[in-house]
């Protein structure tokens, strides 16, 4: 879910009932751009198409299902991120982006057919039920998702408060399993904080929101005054945060820079190209600056921890980021609900794209498993593994999945122990063995 949007996110369509008439309106912007008889020609398919069903089906077809149907194909076409809302979806996106929302609070993306998780929300029923990133939703209320657009069992998962909802889970490696929820409204603190010992600041961002910016100027706040000159450092955590609003990503990096560039964004058209730079004043008084990131980290956590990272402002712990490098622009669509559409690539301020390769930690560090997870895939495959995402353009390999797992107790939780050890000046090394070079005059052989 849930991700990096210029104006915000979320969708479906609605609209009255169409003729083939009425439905060159809804595509009249693309007749018009048509400059060639082919454009002319796929358009006039796609009535004749609608007419005929409309009079041969061998029933009365849903004039409006159909419509939504096509255009949500359309999209669904283009990649992962780009989806259209209908008037109610769009005004849940917004009150969802003002940090407080009625559902199940969980981050979820749409992958071969069903729901696939990208990271659940603190303290929401989704988190508090152990559902990860990484596992697939098959079924709400015992109806099967496949066949589902996103949109449409998101509208399933979300409901009245204290009403009961099942989801059917598939784990990795595991049989599908029930898991029993009930709904509550969802206000999100997107960010939390609280002193380790007593000269290390510790912040957690769970997702980007428009109450971000500030709640991250009270939580500096706060701990500068209780920590008064002992301060070491700070932690921020963008653990398992899916992002949210760009600006508020672009506020929260300029928070801690005086200078420079924060993030820049470049469509397919030149003058569109945007870059956005800090102002002067570091929140933190430019003390150390240790963020955690893992493979739940996406999209404007990831331009936060990208821009810290190449300002040498922060050192990055933990393991890769999940990689979606592109922006979502909400366009508006005449009270018809909102187009949700991918209209550029974000790059860092050094210029890398980190769309489907992610950001490596400059101290990679595994959190161990316990028992009952060993064997379990408890890492997201990242945005490359999404049917359809955007390649990167800088080419090379794409990233593959890290590992999302954050365990509950905080005493053994190895990454945040790596970090506050830095804070402490302690060396901290990687507790990842690198992969054996081959011995020297060998060669690899692949069977014929």
């Known amino acids: 879910m849930n991700v990096n949007n210029r104006v915000k996110s979320f969708g479906l369509v609605l609209a009255g009932a169409v ?42 077809p849903d004039e409006i299902k159909m419509t939504e149907a096509a255009i949500n194909g359309m999209l669904a076409a283009l990649d992962p991120h780009s989806s259209y809302m209908n008037a109610k979806q769009f005004e849940d996106m917004s009150v969802q982006t003002s940090g407080k929302f009625g559902g199940l609070g969980i981050e979820v993306t749409m992958e071969n057919g069903v729901v696939k998780v990208v990271a659940p929300i603190d303290d929401t029923p989704a988190s508090k039920a ?31 408060v204290n009403t009961p909802i099942t989801l059917t889970i598939q784990r990795k490696d595991q049989a599908a399993f029930d898991v029993k929820l009930v709904r509550e409204e969802i206000k999100v603190q997107s960010v939390k904080s609280n002193l ?62 005086d200078q420079g560039e924060v ?108 028992p009952e997870l060993i064997g379990k895939n408890v890492s997201t495959e990242g945005e490359a593994s999404l049917k359809g995402h955007l390649t990167n353009e800088s080419g090379g390999d794409e990233g593959g999945g890290s590992s999302a797992y954050v365990p509950e107790d905080r005493s053994k939780d190895v990454q945040l122990k790596a970090a506050i050890d830095f804070l402490h000046g302690v060396k901290v090394v990687s507790n990842v063995k690198p992969i054996d070079a081959k011995p020297a005059g060998t060669a690899e052989t692949k069977a014929n």
């Open 19 to 60: 003729s083939a008439t009425v439905l060159w309106h809804v595509f009249g912007d693309a007749l018009a751009a048509a400059t060639n008889a082919e454009h002319y020609k796929q358009l006039n398919l796609f009535g004749d198409v609608f007419d005929r069903v409309r009079a041969d089906y061998v029933e009365d």
């Open 263 to 370: 993030v820049s964004t470049r469509s397919r058209h030149a003058e569109d190209a945007q870059r956005f730079t800090a102002t002067k004043g570091d929140i933190s008084d430019h003390k150390p600056l240790v963020i955690l990131i893992n493979g739940g980290s996406a999209s404007a956590s990831e331009i936060v921890a990208g821009a810290l990272q190449d300002h040498k402002r922060a050192t990055l712990i933990g393991t890769r980021s999940f990689g979606k490098g592109s922006v979502q622009t909400i366009i508006p669509l005449g009270g018809q609900g909102a187009l949700r559409l991918t209209t550029a690539r974000y790059y860092t301020p050094s210029g890398r794209s980190i769309q489907a390769k992610g950001i490596d930690a400059d101290i990679v560090i595994e959190q161990p498993l316990p």
């Open 130 to 160: 152990g559902i990860m990133s990484n596992d697939l939703i098959v079924k709400i209320d015992g109806t099967e998702i496949q066949g589902m657009t996103l949109n449409e069992a998101v509208d399933k998962m979300r409901g009245g």
């Open 196 to 257: 380790e010992g007593e000269d290390i600041g510790y912040v957690r961002i769970s997702s980007f929101s428009e109450q971000t910016q500030d709640g991250l100027e009270k939580a500096i706040n706060s701990l500068k005054a209780k920590m008064g000159d002992k301060v070491k450092g700070y932690i921020l955590d963008l653990r398992n945060d899916p992002g949210g609003l760009l600006d508020q990503s672009i506020s929260v990096s300029d928070s801690f820079l």
